[in-house]
């Protein structure tokens, strides 16, 4: 009788990587084709000894925001979102005269755990919090004006400081 196989000691990496070749599911109604994610992997740079020195443990995520599956103001959105983080595209103006980027990707990188697959789940994890935030509607500011209250206050301050400011000019006269 052949032994027990030993449950594998990563088996989140498995469970990772047996979600990603149908796509992954980024928010509630958007999956992003595994074709979308482009993954490499580098050696990561601190300490850490032979394990940083041999294993390309740190994982850089790119996506290219074109080909989500998001519609068009989300996408804006997200490139807003992750401005410093997105490389390429193009500025370009619309009808109205406003400019807007177009193309590039967003790229991700993680370097901050042991393992590559630790690193890989942080970059998914964190595009999907981009994308949860940029699906997010903003909210729409409504004009307001300062109480009464507020606008005495002001008036009476700055009279303050007049009068001090004056006091400084006469060479302290009361």
Do not use: W, Y
Not at 45 to 59: E, F, L, R
Not at 100 to 129: A, I, P
Request: proline fraction near 6%; charge should be positive; include cysteine.
């Amino acid at each position: 009788m052949a032994p027990a196989p030993k449950p594998d000691r990563d088996a989140h990496r498995q469970a990772r990587d047996a979600a990603i070749p149908g796509g992954e599911q980024i928010a509630p109604g958007v999956r992003v084709p595994a074709a979308v994610l482009r993954f490499s992997f580098a050696r990561s740079s601190g300490p850490g000894g032979q394990n940083v020195n041999k294993v390309s443990t740190k994982a850089e995520l790119r996506v290219s925001v074109d080909d989500l599956p998001l519609p068009a103001r989300v996408r804006a959105r997200l490139r807003r979102l992750a401005a410093s983080r997105f490389v390429g595209g193009e500025v370009v103006a619309d009808e109205t005269g406003r400019e807007h980027l177009t193309g590039g990707e967003v790229v991700l990188v993680c370097d901050e755990h042991r393992s590559q697959s630790r690193n890989k789940s942080e970059c998914l994890d964190r595009l999907r919090e981009l994308i949860v935030a940029a699906m997010a509607e903003p909210k729409i500011r409504r004009a307001t004006r300062p109480t009464r209250g507020s606008t005495e206050r002001r008036i009476a301050e700055k009279k303050s400081r007049g009068e001090i400011k004056r006091g400084r000019a006469r060479g302290g006269e009361s």
